[in-house]
């Protein structure tokens, strides 16, 4: 049975002397992508813990904080059938007693400033900001992040590392759909038409891996070869379509060594991510 606990001195008691725990934070309105986290984190740990927190110091003032999809009794049912032990479920008071914003602040310098983080300015901090503090109460454990979110698992790795915190972040392949849309609880938002023109998203990036794998080492020829995919979209709106280092998130000229491709975009209200991998051999 999945117990549920509302009060971090709870769920902290219930973690209390566990061989090795792991971890899948969350915003719940669990789909198969949170499912992949819950499994490995079963799979690997005596202990498998969640949480479900839509946390408001990561949404900006004009963001969807209060429309943020939420369905707390089929977010349990998934993490009971997935074997979670216990789920923290605190209320916002609970995790901020202090009122909002919080005092404290934890922010993760440069690689927080690109991509997302010039569209969201504030929502590394507050990302960076909960996970420490739901670090802080889980205690040492493996805490399973998934790469669909690149840029929030480059941070919060560099966050923990940086910080000294007693866990392990795993990162998880990302789960799709068949035609390449990457699950997310704002898939939600799309009308028929928009969700029909969501997968040039990730077309577009496999676009700039194709053309990395053929050889181009200009970013600007890939980063067009991504937008030629999607500019003609009428539904996508791009706000970026990038090719940077994949764990500094530094811009390279020539393009070498490991890669990421990542890009957002809105379809209607939906504002949607993606990345995707691309790695150039080193010359021999
Ligand atoms: P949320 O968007 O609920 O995502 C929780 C975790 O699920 C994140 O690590 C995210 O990368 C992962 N995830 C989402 N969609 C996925 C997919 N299609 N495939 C694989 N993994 C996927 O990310 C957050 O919440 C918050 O920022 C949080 C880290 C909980 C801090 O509030």
Redesign the pocket.
Known sequence: MTEVHETIASFRAALAGAASVGF???????????R??LDAARAANDVAVA?I?V?PL?FGPTEDLAAYPRDLDRDLAMCEAARIDHVLHPSVEEMYPFGTPTLTTVTVASISAPMEGTSRPTHFAG?AT??AK?FAIAGPCRA??????WQ??AV?RRMAADLSFPVEVVG?????EADGL????RNVYLTPLQRAAASSLNRALRAGVAAVESGERDPAKVRAAMHAVIDGVPEAEVDYLEVVAADTLERLDPLAGTLRLLGAARFGRARLIDNEGATIPAPT
Request: overall charge negative; aromatic content about 10%; glycine content about 8%.
């Open positions: 899948v934070p969350t915003m719940g309105y669990l789909h198969e992508g949170h992949s986290l949480s927190f946390n990561q990302v909960v996970v739901l399973y992040f998934g790469e669909k979110d929030q698992l919060v998880c392949p990302t789960v799709r990457a699950l997310s609880s």
